[in-house]
C-alpha cells in the first residue's frame, strides 16, 4: 500500500479540480479523527477519505465503476477498495457498508460538502466558528445546497447509531486542524 505522497501522486493523476481536492482533503480528516477516536490506524482510515471520490472527475456519471480498475493496480487491498465502493451504496453502487470505518466514511462524505457550504456563507467563511446548530437548522432548508442528498447524512447517522448534532459536531472539530488547507480558515 502506498504511502499519502503516492496517493496524492495518484489522486492528482485522476483529477485537478481545486473544489474535488478540497474535498478530499476534508474527508480525509473526517476519517483520520474518526479512527483516532476508536483507536484505529489514522494513516489508513485517511487515505481511504482521500481517495474515495478517485474516479469522479473523470467518469462523473459513473462514479466508483472506475475506482478498482485505479486502486488495485496501484496497490491497494481488497478492503481499502470495498471501503471506498462502500460510499456509493445505494447511490452508484450496491456495496453496502458494513465496518465502522466505512458507515464513517457513508455518513461524512456528503456532510463534509454540507459543513463546507455552510461555512462559506457566514460572515467569517470559517469552520473556526461555526456551530453545529447553524448546519443543523440548514439540513432542514432544502433549498439550501440542494445537490447535498440529506438522506445520505442521516442514513449514516442512523448505521452509526449517532444522533444528528453529534455526528456534525465530531465533523465540525474534525475539520478544524485543515481549515486552511481546504479553504475554510475565513477571516478569522
Not at 452508484?92 to 462524505?109: Q, R, W
Request: hydrophobic share 45%.
Amino acid at each position: 500500500m502506498q504511502n499519502r505522497d503516492e496517493a496524492l501522486e495518484l489522486w492528482r493523476a485522476h483529477n485537478d479540480d481545486d473544489y474535488l481536492y478540497r474535498h478530499a482533503l476534508s474527508v480525509e480528516a473526517v476519517m483520520r479523527y474518526f479512527a483516532a477516536k476508536a483507536g484505529e490506524d489514522p494513516d489508513w482510515w485517511g487515505l481511504v477519505g482521500l481517495l474515495h471520490d478517485i474516479d469522479f472527475q473523470e467518469h462523473p456519471e459513473e462514479h466508483l465503476k472506475h475506482a478498482r480498475a485505479i486502486l488495485e493496480p496501484a496497490g491497494y487491498p481488497e478492503a481499502f477498495v470495498r471501503a471506498v465502493e462502500s460510499h456509493g451504496y445505494g447511490l452508484c453502487t450496491e456495496v453496502e457498508p458494513k465496518s465502522y470505518m466505512e458507515k464513517i466514511l457513508y455518513a461524512c462524505d456528503e456532510l463534509t460538502g454540507f459543513i463546507y457550504a455552510c461555512a462559506i456563507m457566514r460572515p467569517s467563511k470559517s469552520v473556526l466558528d461555526i456551530e453545529v446548530k447553524s448546519v443543523t437548522k440548514k439540513l432542514k432548508t432544502p433549498a439550501f445546497a440542494a445537490k447535498i442528498d440529506r438522506s445520505v447524512i442521516q442514513k449514516g447517522a442512523e448505521m452509526l447509531g449517532l444522533g444528528m448534532d453529534e455526528l456534525v459536531g465530531q465533523a465540525i472539530l474534525a475539520l478544524r486542524p485543515v481549515a486552511a488547507e481546504i479553504g475554510l480558515k475565513g477571516n478569522l
